[in-house]
């Protein structure tokens, strides 16, 4: 009788580890599943990036783009994931097997995958990871402009601190400080920068010119003269200034950290005025230096790049390609957050602007090119439109003025200068 009672309490037991398992293999994986649809923000992102890693893997297998394992008759599939951040791109991450190195045709077989509501959707820009472990693909829809055209001077204000670049891209300087871009002439560098100029002037910033080229010399007729520097001697002096002020800013956030008992406050959290010094063909500017003058250059510019950000001074520069212009040494091109290349543009010099192996797509249009905004150098390309000011008149010089008066007469202002 005993015998039986003790079978029948080990079973029951039995049952019950067995249940338990079931139930603790339930709740994982509807934790991790939970998870994955948090990541994706929904769950029709979520079923639509399923669906694609799925689509991705049997385009892999249907055109064997697999690595083959030597002397068997196995394969091993690359495991795929893919990540979206709907309209605006769809992200693919690919694991790099040996053997796999024909980017070209990996990339036929994902624009090949994406079908039906995603089919407008192609890859722009592909990347291999420094550690050589993974193909990065990012894929938008081609059919969709960028551009941003402002119709009126008050859609182009901003808060402070920030710079909208195109359509779907709004910077905030004081987590993503630095703004570089690099094109050939005629390529919209300085286009760009006007269109960012207009909106710093709206939202009361600061801004000091390094203009060499004499681009933004008109502006004297309203703005003030000493801002604006051409030559050498000048424009030292103008980034002292510009340092001394870095140095004075920092006691007051020091102060304010004292006085708030907040470590890490930045001058942006205490309502610091933004100070932008931009530069256009800085390359040129540098030119025209001897040695002494070029290394003190350097050396401030490297001080407003690496320290600016906790105290709202921030560099917006524009130059020709990182393969002809190497003023800036790798290092002070790495401390800019944002880093457009306009243009098309050679694997060399993608590679120089965005800091390793990086294959962007086709042809560029005139004004457009490719952008990463992160401060990560592991970041794969997305594209870049230059904004349009021609089409609702925005470039008149006028306009200009009208915004410089504005921002001036702002409460912002005002109360940030106080
Ligand atoms: N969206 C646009 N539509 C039409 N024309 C434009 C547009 N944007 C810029 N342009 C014009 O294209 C020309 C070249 O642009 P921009 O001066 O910005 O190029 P750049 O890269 O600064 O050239 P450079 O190296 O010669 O200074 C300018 O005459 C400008 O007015
Ligand atoms: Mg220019």
Same mark, same amino acid.
């Given at each position: 009788?005993?015998?039986? +009672?003790? *079978?029948?309490?080990?079973?029951?037991?039995?049952?019950?580890?067995? !249940?338990?398992?079931?139930?603790?293999?339930?709740? @994982?994986?509807?934790?991790?599943?939970?998870?994955?649809?948090?990541?994706? /923000?929904?769950?029709?992102?979520?079923?639509?990036?399923?669906?694609?890693?799925?689509?991705?893997?049997?385009?892999?297998?249907?055109?064997?783009?697999?690595?083959?394992?030597?002397?068997?008759?196995?394969?091993?599939?690359?495991?795929?994931?893919?990540?979206?951040?709907?309209?605006?791109?769809?992200?693919?991450?690919?694991? /790099?097997?040996?053997?796999?190195?024909?980017?070209?045709?990996?990339?036929?077989?994902?624009?090949?995958?994406?079908?039906? =509501?995603?089919?407008?959707?192609?890859?722009?820009?592909?990347?291999?990871?420094?550690?050589?472990?993974?193909?990065?693909?990012?894929?938008?829809?081609?059919?969709?402009?960028?551009? !941003?055209?402002?119709?009126?001077?008050?859609?182009?204000?901003?808060?402070?601190?920030?710079?909208?670049?195109?359509?779907?891209?709004?910077?905030?300087?004081?987590?993503?400080?630095? +703004?570089?871009? !690099?094109?050939?002439?005629?390529?919209?560098?300085?286009?760009?920068?006007?269109?960012?100029?207009?909106?710093?002037?709206?939202?009361?910033? %600061?801004?000091?010119?390094?203009?060499?080229?004499?681009?933004?010399?008109?502006?004297? %007729?309203?703005?003030?003269?000493?801002?604006?520097?051409?030559?050498?001697?000048?424009?030292?002096?103008? *980034?002292?200034? @510009?340092?001394?002020? *870095?140095?004075?800013?920092?006691?007051?956030?020091?102060?304010?950290?004292?006085?708030?008992?907040?470590?890490?406050?930045?001058?942006?959290?205490?309502?610091?005025?933004?100070?932008?010094?931009?530069?256009?063909?800085?390359?040129?500017? @540098?030119?025209?230096?001897?040695?002494?003058?070029? &290394?003190?250059?350097?050396?401030?510019?490297?001080?407003?790049?690496? &320290?600016?950000?906790?105290?709202?001074?921030?560099? +917006?520069?524009?130059?020709?390609?990182?393969?002809?212009?190497?003023?800036?040494?790798?290092?002070?091109?790495?401390?800019?957050?944002? &880093? +457009? *290349?306009?243009?098309?543009?050679?694997?060399?010099?993608?590679?120089?602007?965005?800091?390793? %192996?990086?294959?962007? &797509?086709?042809?560029?249009?005139?004004?457009?090119?490719?952008?990463?905004?992160?401060?990560?150098?592991?970041?794969?390309?997305?594209?870049?439109?230059?904004?349009?000011?021609?089409?609702?008149?925005?470039?008149?010089? =006028?306009?200009?003025? /009208?915004?410089?008066?504005?921002?001036?007469?702002?409460?912002?202002?005002?109360?940030?200068? =106080?």
């Amino acid at each position: 009788m005993s015998s039986i +009672i003790g *079978l029948v309490v080990s079973i029951k037991a039995v049952q019950f580890a067995l !249940w338990s398992l079931v139930c603790v293999l339930i709740i @994982v994986r509807a934790y991790s599943l939970m998870k994955s649809v948090i990541n994706a /923000k929904s769950i029709k992102t979520y079923i639509t990036q399923k669906g694609s890693e799925r689509a991705i893997t049997k385009s892999l297998l249907a055109t064997m783009s697999v690595n083959q394992l030597r002397d068997t008759p196995y394969i091993a599939v690359p495991r795929v994931t893919v990540g979206a951040s709907l309209p605006s791109c769809v992200k693919v991450s690919m694991e /790099k097997l040996p053997g796999m190195y024909d980017i070209e045709k990996l990339t036929e077989d994902i624009n090949s995958s994406f079908r039906g =509501k995603l089919g407008a959707y192609a890859v722009v820009s592909s990347r291999i990871t420094d550690d050589g472990l993974y193909y990065k693909f990012v894929l938008e829809d081609k059919g969709s402009d960028k551009t !941003w055209r402002p119709k009126t001077l008050e859609e182009m204000k901003q808060n402070s601190h920030e710079i909208k670049l195109q359509n779907d891209l709004i910077i905030n300087l004081a987590d993503k400080p630095h +703004i570089i871009a !690099w094109g050939k002439s005629g390529s919209g560098k300085s286009s760009l920068l006007f269109s960012i100029l207009l909106q710093l002037f709206m939202s009361g910033s %600061e801004v000091y010119f390094i203009d060499p080229k004499s681009e933004f010399s008109a502006f004297q %007729e309203f703005y003030p003269s000493e801002r604006i520097q051409e030559d050498t001697e000048p424009i030292l002096k103008l *980034l002292r200034n @510009v340092c001394d002020e *870095l140095r004075r800013r920092q006691k007051i956030v020091a102060k304010a950290v004292k006085k708030q008992q907040k470590i890490g406050l930045r001058g942006y959290d205490i309502g610091l005025t933004p100070i932008v010094v931009v530069a256009d063909e800085i390359g040129s500017a @540098v030119a025209s230096m001897d040695s002494k003058q070029k &290394k003190e250059f350097l050396a401030v510019l490297t001080q407003i790049v690496q &320290k600016g950000r906790s105290v709202s001074i921030f560099c +917006i520069v524009a130059t020709q390609s990182p393969k002809t212009d190497t003023t800036l040494s790798s290092d002070i091109r790495s401390q800019f957050a944002t &880093k +457009i *290349l306009l243009g098309s543009a050679n694997a060399e010099t993608q590679r120089m602007a965005f800091d390793g %192996e990086v294959a962007t &797509k086709g042809g560029v249009d005139r004004f457009k090119g490719f952008y990463i905004s992160d401060g990560k150098t592991d970041e794969t390309p997305l594209s870049f439109a230059v904004t349009d000011l021609h089409t609702h008149h925005l470039n008149d010089l =006028k306009r200009f003025e /009208k915004a410089y008066k504005m921002g001036f007469q702002s409460d912002e202002h005002k109360k940030q200068t =106080k």
